[in-house]
């Protein structure tokens, strides 16, 4: 690997000009999945959750989605147990009803006077697959744009939804997959792969870093194979062929692998939501695009092995961010001693994209 | 349902003129329920707690239970884990022996000197199955009378035990109990009822609420009908025949049903006994009296499906009181908006008769 | 049993001059067990504790066994997670490379510039199967002997290796086994035996008390007559023959057994190596050095009969101290009433070879 940078000027350790990056809250300004579309029923509502905010989410028999404070305003019992009626959800415990707007529409039971409150509501959308909520300021919903879903529209591809929760603060999920030479983690996976940085780009709320590949040992697994398309071999003439580019657009992760001007063979779009109030979980929400080969139902069949490659892959990638996590509680803050420039300037961005948790 | 009150004026949300009624602690000086006479064998001891202040119960082979603190002056391990040994327990660890003023009357070990400081002693009462304790001011216990348990001495009753853990502060079991709009709840089991309010009544320490019930959908449960001793179906005829009146006489509850001029065909006795020293968990013991019917072994028969019946009830009930516990911890406190006034009346008359949480 | 002390000045409960016994850290200038060295094969590296410091033993290929702090100096994840090559250790996530020494040798992706700073390192010998580390300055390592451990070299004994994590203070196990009182708690395990105390010697660092036993009931256990080598029995012609010497030579504690002017039939070390930072909880590692009957073959025959024994009476006592770690936690100190002077004396050494806990 050809390096481009030197360490003679390691920052202090942990710190970002904005102070301890785990502690650096998600910026609520922004459309973060809450579930997939799947799991909520027409007529069901669930209950989800953003940075220790419940959230329930409804769908109606007629009419789309919408999202409230998942407590109750009399009890503050989850509405996500209710139980969904017209345009309403009604409480389990005493059947108060909300409107989409969280108003409270009915007390059953209520004398003359006026409805007492209702609830918070957030701007709901659902696009491919995805329900996403606004957390922040419901003004800026309508401005600010959904991302792009990988290809999820594009037929030529295939893609798998994936995703789990992670005992860690995002920011580690952001770092994890931006640095490859973690590849040397996945060598079991992956045989020996050796990653060279070809550079990186910063501009406002996002930054890119790109890598080529040449193995140096090991068999290509059958996963990577499906990825390319086609066998490759370890010569010279294939090596550095591919080009990785990772990019962390706030608040969102993307990395594609793509030949200079081709269609990308893969495509990778991901998020990490916080989950508890300190952020120190975050549930995955992933959509990982497959260009399909020339053979029609090639790429179908082998599905079930791409499914357990990355899997495995990803299991490896959070064992290992969990045990950061774990060491940072530990600590009792971040130790962590970078020497990867793009990686410095990663956590900048974090940190500065963020919002700084209140000092105590 | 009539309405007899408006809700023109929602007081401040969560607050009894006293504060967060979640942070209230029951008041010691009554007779406290800490086990059943089954659970503790002659010439045993077992453990129990009230409040976070753990309890030995000693059963010896005569006389009568006696209640220790359970921890060993020596080194604090329980004495609930020892030997019982006259009108004594022994240590299980070094032997230590405690008789049942408390007093440490045997160190075996012990050379010429005076004896180690004992435990303290509860007052102890046992009675139609139940071991209570008083765990205030000794002083008061003789005073204070028991209360009346269910219809457990009347033969014209079968009465059932029951009770379990509930993770939630106390004063969430009164208030579900106390309030049948929640009958919304219990849709699946009992089917469509429509309570109607009667009224209240206020006294010292106590506060009553009156309901009729109307049949507005679904089919009578089996549990019911066996309640009332007979089937009753939807018309004008049966509804609100039969009034409920649940009571709070601090710190028991009680729930009857009975038509006028007759003897109840239900009578509930319930309390909810602190378990930690929060007082955020409680352990509940119910004495459920149902009146047999004419036709003699009908009821026994018919018993299993009662206890069923009840316990699904009761199940969903301590799921939603545990909610509530749990939204209490996220929020850091009460944000209860109350509009119902018996309610109302409720939380102040527990926060009166509690002991107020020392502020920190 | 002759009593040689009185209890007229019982000091007040729980105190030693240094304050809390419980908050007494464990002093670390001392050689500390860590791991067995079967758990260590030949060419990896496992991860271990002392008082909240995590500690990746290695075994290289060739030559000794060394110690490292377990957290990677880049990310903080275990190094003992890593793969051994060579003299070094190399982390699982990017693959930095650390020497004996702790050094950071090499980091597969570095640029031109100084390597990053390395990770401590901790003094590190092994013995009769044991792995010990030397967690306080390293500059009096080497003029601090490591202990005797047991009859683990003498051909006339067999050793039984055993150990367990428990949850308390290592204080409690040192008290535990020093006080023979406590034979009350395994009567089930061993009858009835009446300890008579002889006396007890105090010198820099060390205490010791010597007992001898007397069968007042119940038969004799096999596991008590195998270490015996015979089957004694309850005359008067064998009570208080053989002498019990309990010794905490700080901060190792040992048990022998032996008949004036014999070698011991018993020879036990143990010690208590706290695990996390608050050292409420430990790992015990202890050699149970038994003698050699003359029948050849006898104890080889008989051993798990022994070892069934002795793990009853050692669960006997990890219930009974972790009791008392749990009334410690509830009461938020210790109200420890001693009357036994040896205990008083054991309690004084302890706190004064420990390091006080930092004032909060």
Redesign the interface.
Known sequence: ?N??????S?PPAGLTPEGDLRRVRSNPDFWYPVAWSRELKVGKTIGTRYA?Q?IALVRPAEGEVFALED?C??????LS?GVVKGQAVQC????WAYGRSGRCID???????????GVRTYPCREQDGLIFVFPGDPERAAATPLPRLAQTTNPDYKTRRFGRHVKCHYSFMHENLM?M??Q??HMKQMGQMK?R?LGQDRGPGMIEARYTFARTGGKQPLGEALVFGQKRDNSAKYAHRDVMTIRTEYPYQTLKIQAEGTPPVMDLWIVYVPQDAEEMTNRVFGLLSIKRPRVPGLLDMAWPFLVAFTERIFSEDRE?VE??QA??D??GGD??????PVIRSLRELLAECGIPAARS
Request: hydrophobic share 35%.
């Open positions: 690997m390096q481009i940078f030197s360490t003679d390691i220790g419940p407590r305003a009399h009890r503050q019992v989850p147990k389990c415990y005493h059947g007390v059953p039971y209520l004398g003359k006077g006026k409805l007492p409150n640095d030479n973690h040397f983690m990653p940085f290992i045990l950061e060491a940072w530990e600590l130790h962590n001693q970078e020497v990867f």
